[in-house]
């Protein structure tokens, strides 16, 4: 598998002026293979497609912990960059929405390690 820093550099290339990078949204590991296979250069969840695939509803209703857990089941799925729609960041203070942004930047496996 691509390691994180080298799916930043090349999310970071796709990045170009006056060449739109288009991602598709994707809300679990079976739509991230199709989307990839597709000739996707990245991929990028969608916080509505993921709840709503889910039996949740957007809005930060779906468990942090299931989002977590989601996203670390598509980073392994696939070698491609993903972005991850973590709607408001699942935090009252800027503290917390860091440690969450921290936690996606691992594709959320220091979060699932933390609750055990």
């Not at 491609?80 to 969450?100: A, F, R």
């Amino acid at each position: 598998m691509t390691s994180q820093v080298q799916k930043a550099k090349s999310f970071r290339k796709l990045h170009v002026p006056s060449e739109p990078l288009i991602l598709f949204n994707i809300w679990d590991p079976g739509s991230a293979k199709a989307v990839g296979e597709a000739g996707a250069k990245a991929l990028a969840t969608s916080s509505w497609a993921v709840s709503e695939s889910n039996g949740y509803t957007d809005g930060e209703h779906t468990p942090l912990s299931f989002v977590m857990e989601n996203l670390r089941r598509i980073v392994e799925a696939t070698d491609l960059p993903v972005t991850v729609d973590l709607e408001s960041g699942y935090g009252d203070t800027p503290k917390k929405v860091g440690e969450n942004d921290r936690s996606c930047l691992k594709g959320g496996s220091d979060r699932l390690q933390s609750r055990r």
